[in-house]
């Protein structure tokens, strides 16, 4: 018999990583904050909760992907939150970027209860997220990995243990303090160059030449050559991912005297609206300050 | 009969540079400020000369590689400079990264003479130099580029036509701002990441299966893992392009908030004795700071 | 009859403010974590609670000056904490610099048990404490405000009304960018003249007949010159004061581009070993990276 | 008979020195590169120069005061520049705000002459420049600073010798980066303040409370709250002066994190139009990416 899953937060990821779950014949209950977005999973066959206790009640893995903190906190243990019926012996799966301080608080809470608390963010599009190829990163006790993995393997092609509570996330901020400051220089490079006369192609040639060809500004370079800031991965969550990046820092002593300048780029570019389009519209503020347009 | 070749700075990437032009069975005059160096072309067939002008002199392509500004101002405009023989329909072609706004100035001077000027700065390791494999970014006239060709291709296997004279340093530096800050970013998210507790091999398989994956840290990885940080590049010649960067940036009005931080913390680096080491011992400085070490 | 007043948190300021209040004749109950801290207070005729609810049971006022934003939270609403006890009518007065929405969350709070709370963060030294000539910067209602001014006259000299909740906080947050960054700047353009051979006392007085002379520099000055942190302020609490500040900017979409950069200098210093130091030891910190002392 | 005095440079702050000199009774000679401004000085008494070398030609000072290191190159050792006429024994002083390693070099060339080089910039406003009050920080010999003091104290009021060549400007460097800086953190807190909806006068109340006042806030800050922003020292010349503190800075291996991040923020508002207004103006760009203004 099928393990029962508890799933809460059917967003932009959510919604395709739950019906997923239901596809691959898991019995599922779900929650959402805003029910409306629950009708797509009814119609597949789950179960809707009115809060999320009622999903997490009598489940086996308590599957959760909310926007942030404060957030996961009211999942968590808020009135209604899922503290108040997880079961003995089951596996809370957070797939929340959110504090790492705050998740080991979590993951204590859970265990009074009995039950196992995995950090497990992932990384991928929304398309992956369909297609169940994510990547994630786990952190936890590895037996309740081993035990999670029938069910995340539904939602993910590639599974990376990270070590104790909290380490899935730490590579997760850290991993997005490398691609949020990629594609910032790209665009600073970029904007430079398109400044002096050069055009964005004859930059794209020479370091699609060169050793700092990747496969993540290769992938935006076009979008931001005809200005298309569609969200992949909106930049307010970009932003807001730095500033958990710049709290573990603080947290653990570390300087990092680039990451706090990029993050406040990109507090700019949110500041000027652009929290919503594609974290690689941080080029457009940079353009509106140099006053030139990296464009095709 | 082949073009005659004056061949200025047998430096790391000079002297195989005019080896295999020697080889190729150009006729090349070369010179280098300290003498010593001329012996392995001497022995390959080179003539060697007392100055740059002595090597400049009848030759069809002057080509130079030194160490910044001011050396490169001297072998210009000092006494013994190539703008006392450079002869007339003369190509000079110069691979020093420097200052665009002195190098239009050099251009200027030699089309005085009513000779030709290419900045040419290229990228690529030592090895690359060895087997003419470099990659040529080429700013200045085209019709020059183009007859600059046959000399370029031995040196060199891919060779960018940027545009007009500064073009080719334009994209240079701004191909450096990009790798500079590729390097200390991977850096800051590698110390983040294993002060958090998590092993950088962990966090390699993380970044190795996500778009933030690249050739250039690929490549550096395994050094900054096991500590050796022979130089490729040094630190100290990536803090000068880092400021040659700036300059530009200064002087086209545009503002970039991340590449003056990775500056500053290349400074710190160089500052603290690294400044002949690879550029990815910035790690080390990062290192130092937040009481950490990333290693296998 | 004089109101009555529970007093929680004995640190640096604590401690001779709750002794201002115990001499200018109030009944005051104190409570602090380790309760050695106790001895003074009670000698002087305070009595000794065991838990801030046991102090703030029965008080017309709930004075709080505590380390940082966790430990305010269990002093509020932990166990044994004020809100099982906070009378209605009550004002509590919270001098501690913590997050404005953790304090703003607090003041929500107590009104739900009828009581008033306002932000009131102080500046000026432990000495200035001792006198009672303190800078109170309050938010929260005004009436609240007007009727706590016989307490806080006890404590300080001048108190500035800010507004609504927070607004306290706000204020000082915004004060300790600029007087942190002020000293940091003094130190790098102390070092920068140093390193040229600049005597640091030229330096000075070049400052002093300058619009860029500050009572802040002129007094740490001497300190930093003779190279004495005994901490008037701890460079760590400068530092967690900074992450205060730029937690509001980002809740509020402030870029701070500079202050970011700020922060990162004192957490570097920190990280080094100088948290306890005053916080005008970042110049040694300064002094490290640029290899030079600021020194008479 | 008093000292003959050639003048180079009638800006903002030259025309009122080099008339404050003929007003005292020397012969003076200026000149301008844009001879409408030389009217005043002529109907004043002065000879008007068709070079820089006729205005020094036999003068026992030359004074010259002009924008950048490129114009006092042109100056030193352009054609018509003063090195042709300079005579032995006489004394360059240069007010003009330039790279300190430009100076030292036009120090020697002057020596070759048998001249003797003070760098000798001022600070204080127009204003000032005209009742003779500026102050000096110079730098060079000191028996050549002793034998300028008739001539500089017709000009300044206090004169402050710093010691060897350069150190007059490093002086003035180090006191831009502290003046540019705490006018831009004022600025950063002011604008997080002001979005929290603390009024601008509340918090000026705050500041002139505590440590952080100084002379010069207290003094921009009325500008700041009404948008006044004519210029008392052009956002340009800041920015130029911090660029020019960070060659210094490079050329001396010294890490500047804070002053870095600094230049990028003026150097943003002037690539957004406002480089001829006052530096105060940097508060207008902070408003623009915050959404929010600091007035009364």
Redesign the interface.
């Known amino acids: 018999m099928p393990s029962s899953i508890g799933f809460i937060g059917l967003g932009i990821m959510g919604q395709p990583m739950a019906l997923n779950l239901v596809h691959a014949g898991f019995p599922v209950t779900v929650f959402n904050r805003t029910p409306e977005k629950t009708a797509l999973l009814k119609e597949a066959g789950a179960k809707v909760a009115s809060t999320p206790a009622e999903a997490a009640a009598g489940a086996d893995f308590v599957i959760s992907i909310v926007s942030d903190t404060p957030a996961m906190e009211e999942v968590v243990a808020g009135k209604g939150g899922i503290l108040e019926t997880i079961k003995s012996g089951a596996v809370a799966i957070d797939s929340s970027t959110i504090s790492?301080v705050a998740s080991r608080k979590f993951a204590c809470k859970v265990a009074g209860q009995g039950a196992s608390w995995l950090d497990a963010p992932v990384?991928g599009s929304k398309h992956m997220a369909i297609k169940g190829e994510l990547?994630y990163?786990v952190g936890g006790d590895r037996e309740a990995f081993d035990r999670a993995m029938p069910v995340l393997q539904v939602m993910g092609k590639?599974h990376?243990?990270?070590?104790?509570h909290?380490?899935g996330l730490?590579?997760?901020?850290?991993?997005n303090?490398?691609?949020s400051?990629?594609v910032?220089?790209?665009c600073?490079?970029?904007?430079?160059?398109a400044?002096?006369?050069?055009?964005p192609q004859?930059?794209m040639?020479?370091?699609q030449?060169?050793?700092?060809?990747?496969?993540?500004t290769d992938?935006k370079a076009p979008f931001i050559f005809r200005g298309d800031f569609t969200p992949y991965f909106p930049l307010k969550l970009m932003?807001k991912d730095l500033?958990l990046?710049?709290e573990?820092?603080?947290a653990?002593?570390?300087?990092?005297?680039?990451?706090?300048?990029?993050?406040?780029?990109y507090?700019?570019a949110?500041?000027?609206g652009k929290g919503e389009l594609d974290y690689a519209a941080v080029v457009t503020f940079?353009e509106e300050?140099?006053?030139?347009q990296v464009r095709e």
Not at 195 to 199: Q, V
Not at 209 to 216: D, K, P
């Open positions: 790492p990384t990547t990163m590639k990376i243990y990270c070590g104790t909290g380490l730490a590579a997760k901020l850290a991993q303090v490398i691609q400051t990629m910032e220089i790209f600073e490079g970029f904007v430079l160059a400044k002096a006369g050069l055009k004859i930059m040639e020479v370091i030449g060169s050793m700092a060809r990747a496969a993540l992938f932003h500033t990046a710049m573990s820092a603080y653990q002593n570390v300087p990092m005297p680039t990451a706090a300048a990029v993050k406040e780029v507090g700019a949110k500041a000027q940079l300050l140099a006053k030139v």
